[in-house]
């Protein structure tokens, strides 16, 4: 019944931007932290930040800094990754997961995971 689902991945070249969704169906997401995480290809599972119920951001990466930035639309029942100056390094499958805690803490230990889209950054 609950799930999150991701979308606005694709290829792009360097240095353009995207906005990735994470929907949410079954439940409600208000009450949740979401955490948005990445897997490289060939690398282990990252986390890259995390949005609090209020609005408050978490970055488990001090890189993303300055070129990604989360958000929430209540209404909607959707939250957003917005990545701007995409690098080639960026290339990955990025996940959106919910945390009924409602606060952003160490560690991808989610209650809900979406499938993932990809990112492909090259020229």
């Known amino acids: 019944q609950a799930r999150l689902v991701e979308s606005g991945g694709g290829l792009v070249q360097p240095g353009a931007s995207l906005r990735l969704s994470c929907a949410a169906f079954?439940?409600?997401?208000?009450?949740?932290?979401i955490g948005w995480i990445r897997q490289a290809p060939g690398k282990e599972r990252e986390g890259v930040l995390c949005i609090s119920t209020t609005g408050f951001t978490s970055y488990y990466k001090d890189s993303v800094k300055g070129h990604f930035t989360v958000s929430r639309d209540n209404a909607q029942n959707t939250v957003y990754l917005q990545i701007n100056t995409l690098k080639p390094e960026d290339t990955a499958v990025y996940y959106c997961a919910a945390d009924r805690g409602g606060t952003c803490r160490p560690g991808l230990e989610f209650d809900y995971w979406g499938q993932g889209t990809h990112v492909t950054v090259s020229s």
């Open positions: 079954g439940f409600t997401l208000d009450y949740y932290a």
